[in-house]
Structure formats: structure tokens, C-alpha cells
């Protein structure tokens, strides 16, 4: 059985969980599952990165210890995503001591390896990146990424030889022409390489909050440097050999451009220090903006998903942040985008096809769904779609799979305005137009759920099939004639009722 593991971003507890976030979420979501449709054995991790002086900055103004603002932060983390129907397998805090003990392990290995020394460090910091900056790299003196003022520090820290590791990681790049996608990021992280290693500063003595360093306990590791760690702790790196072989480097790590450095050339060169497989593949996707900008705390621009799922549903803002923002350029969120989007395409393409289906087999066939007929157009359709969304789904575009998916439901609804079965007497036609439909449905119930699993799972119920969409598999489910015929076919409330365009935010 193939394996698939996939991670995303650990957030930092000094924030809740805002739309940003929410889009890596659901791609992340919506890959693991449409993995889990394929019948892989997929692991899906995210997580809380809980160390540095950021989250204790954060614990300090709110008048909390480190550990009591991590755990109730973590937890509104966790809340988020449950509202948001993740199906993460794990969810991973480093403040857990099993992290701990993994991220002295691993470091330990490099130390022993000889990458690591001691050496004194001036220059400047970003808290809100927690990232050292060289002095060329800053913007009028500012931060490139927060656009505000930097820290200068000097201590004197634990080093890695990130210097040492030019040529291999080139090598590495070079041999594995898929380990970066997209292309332009894999650009960017080469250029950076080329561009020379420095080596760097991986320990503090300035704060405590973090995971001491097994030989020095004064210092504690710089939070990249254990937050970083987490992929492998998670599949118990240093504690359960067998799992961690099991599931590594197998790993595809979905990130977003601000975390690329990091993981696109320090993980993997620290990876290779410690004697281990760099990960096999990276992802990583732009900014979801708000008025051009991206959201942040700083600048009061942030939407918060649960306000939307309010407004919309679960499935549609994830139907919306899918098909709406493809994975690697920027996008940008409008609450009109958003709308527009539920209008057409759920509303009126998915809801409107499911109503109008039911409708007239209650009218026409007593509510009693017949079965497809054995060709048609729309088979050869519903295949075209079922290759396409294949395809789009393995290569991380959910837009496009999607819009393969809702093609096949714009011909079926055109199909249907044609042939007007609503106006015909009943028999053998007006049953294979309706067959035809409800196994659209069927069809589409099954590629789309990865992205709306709910709807999905109560289109099948709607159409009378007492499976799940989300325990079938592709592409055995998907073959054209797997609706039997002879089932109940309900007239619920509309899926999708339509929304005014107007906004209610303002
Ligand atoms: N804690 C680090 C990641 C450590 S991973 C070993 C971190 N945390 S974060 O909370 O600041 O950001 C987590 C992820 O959210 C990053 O991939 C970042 O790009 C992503 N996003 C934050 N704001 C975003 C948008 N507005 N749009 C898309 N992704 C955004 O970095």
C-alpha cells in the first residue's frame, strides 16, 4: 500500500487561527483525503510551535506563565480545526516532552557529527519571524517580511555548519528535480544557496523557554531549530524505529514562500547532518491576501474562519479557499469573491442539480431513482473529469481538480436543460436522462469529497446509497454505472440555499 505523509506548518501560539492559516489547513485536508480515497496509508500531522520569545513575549502580556497561554492557545488551534472537519491523524506540541527528548536526539547526532560549535553572534533579529537577518537583507532597516523595526543582538551561541552543506545540498537538488515545487520556489532556494551558506546560530542563552541543549543546559535551541525537528518526532524519531522507518523520508511538507529558507535548506542540510534522508518532497504555496496584503496581527487585517463558516458553511469555505486560490501563487480573499463563488457553483451548478434531480423523480418516477444507462455522453464526460481531477489531485491543484468536477455537473445540467425530462411523459427516456443524472451525482459525491466531505456524504445519502463517500475508493467507486437504480431519492431543503450578494461585513 503506497504511503503518504503530509505535514504542514506548526503555528506559532501567539495568535489564533486566522483565514491564512485555514487555507493550508484545507488543501492539506483535502490531499490527505483525496489520499485516503486512493486507499494509501496516509499519516496527516499539524500542530503548535509553542517555544521562542515570540510565544513567550505573547504569554508575558497576556499576564500568563509560557505553559498556561501555550496550552490554551494550542487549544483554540485545535478547536479551529476540528470546526473546520480536518482529518489531521496527529496533532503535535513541542512542548510535549517526547519533542523534547526527539529534538536532543537529532541535535545530538549533528553535535557528534561535528557540525555544531560554539561561536559569539552579532546582528539583527525579527522576533516576529524569529529569524536572524543578515544586515543586507533588511528593507530601509526593517524587517522584509513585517516591515518593521529588527532587534540587534549578540550572543554568544551554539553554531551549525550550514556552510558545509553547499554542495551537497545542490547535489540533492540536482538529483531530485521534484524535491522543491514549484519550479520558481526550487529557483529561489538554489539561488539562495548559491548565493553561499553562512553558518548558523542555533541556541540562545537570552531566554529560557525552549528545549535546553543536552550538552550545554544554559543555552536552549533557537525555536526553528526545534520546531523543525517536529516532522520526525511526530513518527517517532529517537523512540519508535520501526515507525519512523515506516513512515520516513516519505514526507511531502506543505509550506507557505515565508518558511521556505527554512525548510527548503536548513531542514534538509540538517537532515544530512544528522545522518538521516532529507524529505522527499516540499510544497510550497503564496499568501491568501486581504486588500493586497498579507494577514496579519499586526496589521488588524485578519478574517477568522469561524466567522465565515457562520455565514457559509463549513464545506462552502472550503469548497471556496480550494477552488478559489490555487496552491503557489498569492490569491487574494474577498468576501464578494467568496460569495460569488458559493452562488455559482454551489448554489446554482451542485445544489441546483441535485434539487431539480429529485424533483422531477418524485414527479416522474414516484421518487424511486432509476439506474444510468449503459452509455451516454455524460459517461464519457464523467470519465474525462475522473482523469482530469486524478491528475490534479496528485499534482497538488485542488482548483483544478475541482473545476474538472464541476464541468461534468455544468454538462449534466445542460443535458438536462435539453432534453426536459420535466416535460415528458414517463418512461424509458425520462428514466435514463434522470438515471444518468443521479449518477453524476454519485460521481461527483465521490470526487469532491475530499473537499466537502459532509455535503458529499449527505448527496450520497440524498440519492439514496447508504455508503459514505468518504469510505469509497478511487477509482474503483468512480466506474460509470455504480448507481444500482431502484433507491429512494429524497427532496431535502436545498443543499446550497443562494446568498445576497450584498456583504454583511461591511
Ligand atoms: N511556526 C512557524 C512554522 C514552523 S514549521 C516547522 C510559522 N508559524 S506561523 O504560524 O507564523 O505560520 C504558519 C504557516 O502559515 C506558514 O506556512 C505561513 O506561510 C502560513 N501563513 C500565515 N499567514 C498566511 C497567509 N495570509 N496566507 C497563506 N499562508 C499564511 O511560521
Redesign the pocket.
Known amino acids: 500500500m503506497p504511503r503518504f505523509y503530509l505535514t504542514t506548518?506548526?503555528?506559532?501560539v501567539n495568535?489564533i487561527p486566522?483565514?491564512?492559516?485555514a487555507?493550508?489547513m484545507v488543501n492539506a485536508d483535502a490531499i490527505s483525503r483525496w489520499h485516503r480515497l486512493l486507499g494509501d496509508d496516509v499519516l496527516f500531522l499539524t500542530g503548535t510551535?509553542e517555544h521562542g520569545l515570540k510565544v513567550a513575549r505573547a504569554a508575558e502580556q497576556n499576564g500568563m506563565t509560557p505553559q498556561e497561554w501555550t496550552d490554551r492557545t494550542s487549544r483554540r488551534f485545535v478547536e479551529a480545526w476540528e470546526q473546520l472537519e480536518m482529518s489531521n491523524d496527529r496533532f503535535i506540541r513541542t512542548t510535549d516532552p517526547r519533542h523534547h527528548s526527539a529534538v536532543a536526539e537529532l541535535l545530538s547526532r549533528i553535535h557528534d557529527n561535528g557540525y555544531i560549535h560554539l561561536d559569539s553572534y552579532r546582528g539583527p533579529y525579527c522576533v516576529g519571524c524569529e529569524a536572524y537577518y543578515g544586515p543586507d537583507e533588511l528593507v530601509d532597516g526593517c524587517c522584509p517580511v513585517h516591515g518593521v523595526p529588527v532587534d540587534e543582538v549578540e550572543e554568544e551561541n551554539y553554531f551549525f555548519a550550514l556552510s558545509r552543506f553547499g554542495d551537497r545540498l545542490l547535489e540533492w537538488y540536482e538529483t531530485n528535480p521534484n524535491a522543491v515545487m514549484p519550479e520558481s520556489k526550487r529557483n529561489e532556494a538554489i539561488g539562495f544557496i548559491r548565493g553561499g551558506l553562512k553558518d548558523i546560530s542555533i541556541t540562545r542563552t537570552s531566554i529560557d523557554w525552549g528545549v535546553k541543549v543536552p550538552w550545554d543546559p544554559a543555552h536552549v535551541f533557537y525555536v526553528?531549530y526545534d520546531?523543525?525537528v517536529?516532522?520526525v518526532t511526530a513518527i517517532g524519531f529517537g523512540s519508535d524505529d520501526s515507525n519512523f522507518a515506516h513512515w520516513w523520508p516519505a514526507v511531502h511538507h506543505l509550506?507557505?514562500?515565508?518558511?521556505l529558507r527554512?525548510?527548503c535548506v536548513w531542514w534538509p542540510a540538517m537532515c544530512m547532518a544528522a545522518g538521516i534522508d532529507p524529505p522527499k518532497s516540499i510544497f510550497v504555496?503564496?499568501?491568501?491576501?486581504v486588500g493586497g496584503e498579507?494577514?496579519?496581527k499586526s496589521k488588524l487585517n485578519q478574517v477568522h474562519p469561524a466567522e465565515l463558516v457562520s455565514e457559509i458553511g463549513v464545506d462552502a469555505l472550503r469548497y471556496h479557499l480550494l477552488r478559489d486560490t490555487p496552491l503557489g501563487p498569492d490569491g487574494d480573499f474577498s468576501y464578494e469573491g467568496m460569495i460569488a463563488r458559493y452562488n455559482s457553483d454551489l448554489a446554482n451548478n451542485l445544489g441546483n442539480l441535485a434539487s431539480r434531480v429529485a424533483a422531477v423523480v418524485a414527479g416522474k418516477c414516484g421518487g424511486i431513482g432509476p439506474a444510468p444507462r449503459r452509455e451516454s455522453r455524460l459517461a464519457l464526460e464523467a470519465e474525462v473529469a475522473c482523469d482530469a481531477a486524478q491528475r490534479a489531485w496528485e499534482s497538488f491543484a485542488p482548483h483544478e481538480a475541482l473545476e474538472a468536477t464541476w464541468k461534468l455537473l455544468r454538462e449534466t445540467n445542460a443535458e438536462l436543460e435539453t432534453s426536459e425530462p420535466w416535460k415528458k411523459e414517463p418512461g424509458a427516456e425520462v428514466n435514463g436522462v434522470l438515471g444518468d443524472a443521479l449518477e453524476v451525482l454519485r460521481i461527483v459525491g465521490l470526487l469532491a469529497s475530499p473537499a466537502m466531505p459532509s455535503t458529499c456524504t449527505e448527496l450520497w445519502r440524498r440519492i439514496g446509497l447508504r455508503a459514505s463517500p468518504l469510505d469509497a475508493r478511487f477509482p474503483r467507486d468512480a466506474a460509470w454505472g455504480g448507481y444500482p437504480g431502484g433507491l429512494v431519492v429524497e427532496r431535502g431543503s436545498p443543499l446550497f440555499p443562494r446568498k445576497q450578494a450584498a456583504s454583511s461585513q461591511g
Not at 9 to 12: E, F, T
Not at 18 to 21: E, F, I, R, T
Open positions: 506548518p506548526i503555528y506559532y495568535d486566522h483565514l491564512g492559516h487555507y493550508t510551535d526553528w520546531a523543525l517536529n516532522y509550506i507557505g514562500k515565508d518558511i527554512f525548510h504555496h503564496g499568501w491568501l491576501l498579507k494577514m496579519a
